[in-house]
């Protein structure tokens, strides 16, 4: 597969992660934004990720397969507990 770009997401006056390529160039979770925007000449892309709403959205969707999937069907089904900690963070239980 060809090498990934170097890309970090932004909230308001930092950035919130990026992947394995921007923390190469020293972007990571908590960078200023303005110190962010001085890697753009080495080809980092800064997305904007203010609006949450798609997020959400799928994040519902997954915590909801999950817990169909984890229902399951017959009578040696485990039923464990299903806890959502966050929007992309479950525990299984």
Excluded: C
Aim: proline share 9%; charged share 25%.
């Amino acid at each position: 597969p060809p090498p990934q770009p170097p890309i970090a997401v932004r909230q308001k006056h930092i950035i919130v992660t990026s992947n394995y390529p921007a923390r190469s160039l020293g972007v990571g979770k908590l960078s200023s934004y303005v110190e962010a925007t001085k890697k753009t000449a080495q080809g980092l892309i800064i997305v904007d990720g203010s609006d949450l709403t798609t997020f959400r959205l799928h994040s519902v969707k997954i915590y909801e397969s999950m817990r169909s999937w984890l229902r399951g069907e017959g009578p040696n089904r485990a039923n464990p507990r299903l806890e959502k900690k966050g929007m992309d963070e479950f525990l299984i239980q």
